[in-house]
């Protein structure tokens, strides 16, 4: 567009010029034929004043004469002797005015003829006169002057007359040239108008021109500043190889970043190569081989070692740029030293959890064959053992056969439960709208042997449908009933309660949750030997007992297994406890 | 049935295992008859070589070389002239997969190893007292898996 607009320009002033170049040769033009005009009209005014000079000369001579004549005073003879070389005067004029034009010479010489004789007739009369000269009578002599005077009168009036018709004809030329003056002047202005207003316009364009330009110029200027505390600030830095010029051009940073002064070496491939670590030299100029052949976008990461001798790790993005016809590669080189080392300990941290999750795979896979298969032969052979060999056995052997039994049972028990606790991570969470009071009535029936047994009194509120999945659900109330009923008082009335209720999260701000969810909270109480309020936390940690198995038989996970499987639901637990007094567990689930 | 013996054949390649099903059968009062194979190839090979003497009840542990547990259920359901054959998966896994696949592929049912020897007798006497002529016909996932 811009291309468009300064041919546009260009175009108006070339026109403008040959324009006003037209309205000068026409205006000089005019002038001129003006000039020679008024020349001409002065030239035949002179000539018409010098012709009525010389007339009015030799009629003040004549008069001058016939007054002498008539009263022989002499005073009136100094016309007639002046007139003499007056008349000469005004015809040596004459005859330098009418020098191009031959026709009014020939007449002015006929006229010089004619004043000649005149003046001889009235010198001829003062000898006639003076009574020197009597050859002719005064009468007849003046007689002739008269008719010599006729005469001089009818030349200078044919002179005048020509002299007249001479400048008319010029006149009228004069005005024919000029009759196209009005047109041409009223031409020449709205020409003068156009120009002017072609200038206007262009000026009015040029003056927006020259504010946008200024105003990116700003913009430009702000933009390059930026750019430029942009490289500092994120460590990168620009180079941009020109494939027409072929010249190369680096950023200011690029130099500090090799720890250099800004443009303090000649940018070149030849130049950046000295700072690029020996081993990675390579990686850069195959890749310019390759920026060169197939034009690619590209990203390499390299070495370079500093003019400080520090390593650094550099990451190089290159693009094509097609622009007016020619290509310009543009090249960003980052530092990206810190990310490197970050990536490195984030590999090193990724391995090493791979690591051992396989272990714990394994682990998992040991546990649940490999330990249980030999553990469930031994526990078959002392059961042959205990059937076949029992009656012959000493009381020594039968003691130690039975702390054998519960020991092995206790070995089971525990791969059994640490089972558990590995696969309530790692089964299918299938999350299922299920009635948590069909769950707990399933467990409670499991439990109606011991409940009855240690008549513990069980009240169960209206529990709510939730989606869960249901049978980490039924482990985590079958844990937490089983723990109420092993820590169950020897003596006096045992009760459990479960309890339920709709709470908002605002009421529990322990829960650290935003305020406007809603939770059911279930709790599990019961008034068995309970415990230290200092342990709450603790009993939710893996093999954390507070009592010995002796005391109470127990492997430490089941209360770990309850709070992942309340984790999994995205709900929370906790404990609370008085020796002596009874627990009372109390778990958050999300109404949603 | 009280003056026949009964036919059992065992599939398992663990001897201990092998020993306690030979025992657990011994102490039974039902005769029988027990015999048993080392692994899945065997056991294709003698159930082909013994067309007209079959087993009444094949026990298959699952986990064995060669050829597994499974890979024999299905090949038995497959033929024609074994496929009427009672068969109880006798495994020291209960994992869900499993006894859902046993199912499917047609087991009559799945016994989990025990862990003492009188139940193994249990579980035994109960599954060779079953008549499975008449249960076949009415498979139940529910009772599938033997829990005494």
Redesign the interface.
């Known amino acids: 567009m811009s291309k468009y607009y300064s041919i546009f320009l260009k175009s108006i002033f070339v026109i403008s010029l040959f324009i006003l170049l037209f309205i000068s040769g026409v205006s000089y033009k005019h002038a001129n034929s003006l000039d020679t005009s008024t020349e001409l009209l002065s030239h035949s005014y002179k000539i018409q004043i010098q012709l009525e000079k010389i007339q009015s000369c030799v009629k003040d001579a004549e008069t001058g004469q016939r007054g002498y004549i008539i009263t022989h005073d002499s005073t009136f003879l100094t016309p007639y002797f002046n007139g003499r070389s007056k008349v000469t005067k005004s015809l040596a004029i004459l005859k330098n005015l009418t020098t191009n034009q031959p026709d009014l010479q020939k007449s002015l010489d006929q006229l010089q003829k004619l004043i000649d004789l005149r003046f001889t007739r009235l010198a001829n009369s003062l000898a006639i006169i003076s009574g020197s000269d009597t050859n002719e009578p005064l009468g007849e002599n003046m007689l002739k002057g008269t008719e010599l005077m006729n005469d001089i009168h009818s030349k200078i009036d044919q002179m005048v007359y020509s002299e007249t018709t001479n400048f008319n004809n010029h006149q009228r030329k004069y005005e024919h040239e000029i009759s196209f003056t009005p047109f041409i002047t009223l031409l020449l202005f709205i020409f003068t108008l156009f120009i002017l207003f072609i200038f206007i316009i262009s000026f009015i364009r040029i003056n927006k021109d020259l504010i946008v330009l200024k105003n990116s110029n700003e913009e430009l200027s702000i933009s390059t500043e930026s750019i430029k505390h942009a490289e500092i600030i994120g460590k990168f830095c620009m180079s941009i190889w020109n494939f027409k010029t072929d010249k190369l051009i680096y950023s200011d940073n690029l130099y500090r970043l090799l720890g250099c002064e800004p443009q303090s070496f000649e940018p070149s491939i030849e130049n950046f190569l000295k700072f690029v670590h020996p081993e990675d030299r390579h990686i850069v100029t195959n890749g310019v081989e390759n920026l060169v052949l197939k034009h690619d976008t590209y990203t390499r990461f390299y070495r370079v070692i500093r003019k400080d001798g520090q390593e650094r790790f550099f990451r190089s993005i290159g693009k094509f740029i097609e622009n007016f016809g020619y290509s310009t590669h543009i090249g960003v080189i980052q530092d990206v030293t810190q990310e490197h080392l970050n990536n490195l300990t984030l590999k090193e941290k990724n391995i090493e959890l791979e690591l051992s999750n396989k272990e714990l795979a394994s682990f998992n896979q040991i546990a649940s064959?490999d330990l249980?298969?030999p553990?469930?032969?031994i526990?078959?052979f002392?059961?042959?053992i205990?059937?076949r060999e029992m009656s012959g056995m000493s009381d020594f052997g039968k003691n130690y056969f039975a702390r054998i039994q519960i020991s092995v049972t206790r070995m089971?028990r525990l791969i059994d439960d640490l089972l558990l606790f590995s696969r309530t991570n790692k089964m299918d969470k299938i999350f299922e709208k299920s009635d948590l009071n069909v769950l707990i009535k399933n467990i409670l029936l499991e439990f109606s042997e011991e409940i009855v047994e240690k008549s513990v009194h069980l009240e169960c509120a209206q529990l709510p449908v939730l989606k869960v999945i249901p049978f980490q659900i039924q482990q985590l109330f079958q844990n937490l009933i089983s723990n109420s009923l092993k820590y169950s008082k020897l003596i006096g009335d045992r009760f459990i309660i479960i309890d339920c209720e709709k709470i908002n999260a605002k009421v529990y701000p322990t829960l650290n949750v935003p305020t406007d969810n809603e939770y059911y909270k279930i709790t599990v109480t019961d008034n068995g030997i309970g415990f230290e309020q200092q342990y709450a936390e603790q009993i939710f940690t893996i093999f954390k007992r507070l009592h010995t198995s002796d005391e109470y038989p127990g492997t430490g996970i089941g209360l770990a297994i309850c709070k992942k499987i309340v984790e999994n639901h995205s709900g929370f637990i906790f404990a609370e406890g008085k020796s002596g007094i009874g627990a009372t567990f109390t778990i958050f689930f999300p109404v949603e | 049935m009280q003056n026949e013996s009964i036919y059992v054949l065992l599939a398992d390649d663990d001897k201990d295992d092998r020993d306690f099903f030979i025992e657990a059968f011994e102490s039974i009062r039902i005769k029988t008859i027990v015999k048993t194979v080392n692994d899945g190839v065997e056991l294709m090979k003698h159930l082909a070589l013994n067309r007209n003497k079959l087993p009444h009840i094949l026990f298959l542990d699952l986990n064995m070389p060669l050829k597994s547990g499974m890979e024999c259920l299905i090949e038995i359901k497959k033929t024609d002239y074994l496929n009427d054959m009672a068969i109880a998966i006798y495994s020291t896994s209960a994992s869900e997969q499993d006894i859902e696949n046993a199912f499917v592929n047609g087991a009559n049912v799945y016994i989990k190893k025990p862990h003492d020897f009188a139940t193994l007798k249990k579980f035994l006497e109960e599954v060779i007292t079953i008549n499975w002529q008449y249960q076949t016909s009415g498979l139940n996932r529910d009772s599938f898996l033997l829990n005494l």
Do not use: A, M, N, P
């Open positions: 064959h249980q298969e553990l469930r032969k526990q078959t002392i059961s042959l205990g059937e089971r």
